[in-house]
């Protein structure tokens, strides 16, 4: 198979309805009145000469080759910016136009290098084609003209390299910076002759504003900006369509290779999650899949304090079921039990959760969404029928008012937040609720209309003020509410809503937030247009976490914000499939498709299915699977990548449960914190390596396609699959698309999922079934999946979490941009350049009362630990709060989290702990330690010791 090539129109489609006819070198098309005359051409399949123009961009009329005659009219036009007109009679090609043509095009050469046989874009230059296409065969100007040849390259960012003397400034990269990047971090610099491309003020691209997304280099038409992965191992050959494995956008690339060795990433312009763009983590930080420590190899020890001894594959899977069966026999069947990924793909995650309650007969099943956002599954699953958003993400350029609550799209969602930022610049609103002042509350060309800094722990309080306002200010849409919801909750929850302790006057002295911004955000929302409600782990990550998720649906529905496009409740998932993993039943009450294991008719379909009696028992969560553990009662955990030892909270409570187990086996790609107390290490396999399907935040189940074969020799899917034959159980799947038609047979809402059905419609949005056989594009249109909304009443209660004297200042954590989760693929990539290091956030005033200098080493300390790491003052944090991210294992972020949880859903409180910050001299002892333990236990003793 070849390169996959996009047709690149020249210009964006119309969207308009009436239709406009017209002739182009004597054939007749019909097209969309606004349509350009190049892209009417481009259409009928007349490619037009252009350097300027790309359908990406808005149409700029620069470059001046793609020059047209139109019949009636004087001149020779851009075709880029002339739209069509009726009845109109266009001439691509002639002899005037040719002559034309040329002479631009040999100004253009004669002011650049041609080293075209030793370029890194040779065969993939827009430049160079159109010298070709245009004719030109000779350059009349020599060396007594002024050139920009032999100017200074900026290589200063590890991923792309910037010639100036190759650049023909037609701001295509500033333009795709500005359009659909939205950072304005490029510009040209000077006029005329001394035009030029600049990041900022003269400075390099790494030390710029530029955040790496890869937009300019996609935009550039010659070798100006190009990737180094192509400068160092030439032009790819053939190229597959595949889905990004970092956040949960989900974007969608062409995977260019030569060979089996990857080349670039390029983002798909037929991605429906990402419509071309991508972000730096996506585009360029794939480097992690042929790092040299990657682990390919199985191995496994006697204890956690032996040295990793290297096996074959059936030593290491017939070592597992042997010991697994063991612990069953000694300890009884519930003393196993299994954690899936948010990394892996449905089928691989299907398939664990199945291995877990058919083969091991048991309930013990759970997932890194329980740490992230099982609150939004509870609460939305409560309120409106289903546990996942409403929306697509090309909804939110239909909204008139967003509302950003406990996250930050811009750093952990940064495609999305580009096109947030998109609508937001076209002139949507937009308010904030976030303790930390976040980029997209003041960010080039967007400011927030409203900024409300809570303090962390008080959303509940927060989004009750709001719904006060709407209720007492009569901003209630109650046709809607009389029709969509059930009227005698809602009046219920009125009632309690008017109380005046939720009155905005009584919330500020909870949380800060000053009653007016709080009555001026909620009149704002109730009635600015189409309103929509964007939030993430700020939210859910609480010991009110399903509280908050209601009481934002309580919002969406009163003031009728649920079931159009342009509104509703959209978490923005922090992992590729995380979405993916709550749909296949990771959790221990649920099967696939939020199925509670207590039913008997859903639990009678997978016995069916699987042939095999199944328990009714809900099993066990994650924090009770390691309380188990430490009672003696549970022996042995199948884990498939996750790091619970670096991501989960209270790693003291983590790695004394870990301890206690006889049997930890871990699959991922490489030594991890778990690893450090594991007995078996079964290696993982890339998104680069396997067959399968993600689905994004967006319910979007897109594909997974294999470009090269498993390092360690085996997908995931296909271990798991090993591990299960051995444990006894009859299966016989030969590859990935058979498991999705076993789920779609089990699982209505992805009745009509196939992967012929993928490949068909590129994507697929659940529930999609005989009464959606396309997808569900907008949830809840005309009706609730749960027939009427429901109203609950949500009572803020206080955290257990208190500061006080010894620990007066709250810590809360997130994410960003440069790095990913706990930074096991991020950290061994080029983008260390931009975050080598997790940092503690601190406001001035805090800083200045505890001697602590910007870069100090501080020591952060709570009532569940302590560790170490540097100070970076900033007034983006309030006082009396501190923040910090949690991607390098050094840092230990999670040894310093308490074990409160959400009441519903047992998700960690990450966000709200009480600290305290004081001067350091480096790292704590138990950092010191937790490193020498961590050393050792990543031993692995010579191959001939282990033969």
Known sequence: MGLIHEVDYGTKPSNATKLVSLTIDGQSITVPDGTSVMRAAMEMGTQIPKLCATDTLDSFGSCRLC??????????????????????????????????????????????????????????????????AVGLRDVRYGNEIETHLGQAKDTSNPYFQFDPSKCIVCSRCVRACEEIQGTFALTIAGSGFNSKVSPGIGEMFLGSECVSCGACVQACPTATLIETSVLEQGQPEHSAVTTCAYCGVGCAFKAEMRGEELVRMVPYKDGQANHGHSCVKGRFAWGYATHKDRITKPMIRAKITDPWQEVSWEQAISHVAA??????????????GGITSSRCTNEETFLVQKLIRAGFGNNNVD?????????????????????????????????????????????????????????????????VIDPRRTDIVRTPHVEAAHHLALRPGTNVAVVNA????????????????????????????????????????????ISGVPAQTIREAARLYATGGNGAIYYGLGVTEHSQGSTTVIAIANLAMVTGNVGRRGVGINPLRGQNNVQGSCDMGSFPHEFPG??????????????????????????????????????????????????????DPDTTHITNGLSAMECVVVQDLFLNETSNYAHVFLPGSTFLEKDGTFTNAERRIQRVRKVMAPRNGYADWEVTLMLAKAMGMALDYTHPSEIMDEIART?????????????????????CNDAAPEGTPIMHIGHFVR??????????????????????????????????????????????AWHEEDLLEIHPHDAEQRGVKDGAWVKLASRSGETSLRAKITDRVAPGVVYTTFHHPMTQANVITSDYSDWATNCPEYKVTAVQVSLSNGPTEWQERYQAHSEKARQIAPQEAAE
């Open 787 to 832: 027939g009427k909304g429901k109203f609950v009443v949500t009572d803020y209660v206080p955290t257990d979490e208190k500061t006080g004297p010894r620990f007066p200042l709250l810590l809360t954590t997130g994410r960003i941009l440069s790095q990913y989760n706990v930074g096991a693929q991020t950290r061994r990539t080029a983008n260390v």
């Open 67 to 132: 020059l047209v005659e139109i019949e009636g009219r004087a001149g020779t036009p851009a075709s880029c910016t002339t739209p069509v007109a009726e009845g109109m009679v266009v001439h691509t090609q002639n002899a005037k136009l040719a002559k034309l043509r040329r002479g631009v095009m040999e100004l253009y050469i004669s002011d650049h290098p041609l080293d075209c046989l030793t370029c890194g874009a040779n065969g993939d230059c827009e430049l160079q084609d159109m010298a070709g």
């Open 323 to 336: 010991e697994f069966k063991r612990i069953q026999t000694q300890y009884g069947k519930d003393a196993i």
């Open 747 to 767: 699982t209505p809402s992805f009745a009509n999922v196939s992967y012929a059905a993928l490949e068909e419609k590129g994507s697929i949005q659940w529930p």
């Open 367 to 431: 997932t890194c969404a329980r740490v992230c956002h099982s609150p939004t599954g509870y609460g939305l699953k409560t309120t409106l029928g289903t546990s996942a958003g409403t929306q697509d993400f090309d909804s939110v350029m239909e909204s008139d008012v967003i509302m950003v609550i406990g996250a930050n799209p811009t750093d952990g969602h940064p495609v999305f937040g580009s096109r947030m930022k998109q609508r937001l610049r076209q002139g949507a609103k937009l308010i």
């Open 466 to 509: 709001l719904s006060h306002v709407i209720v007492a200010e009569g901003l209630v849409n109650e046709a809607y509410v009389r029709e969509r919801c059930d009227w005698d909750e809602f009046s219920e929850w009125a009632a309690f809503i008017l109380d005046p302790k939720n009155s905005p006057e009584a919330v500020e002295q």
């Open 594 to 647: 939020y199925r509670h294991v207590a039913d008997d008719n859903v639990r009678h379909i997978f016995e069916a299915e699987w042939n095999v009696p199944l328990s009714n028992e809900p099993g066990l969560r994650i924090p009770n699977m390691l309380d188990a553990a430490m009672d003696g009662s549970f022996k042995g955990l199948y884990i498939q990548g996750e790091d619970i030892a670096q991501s």
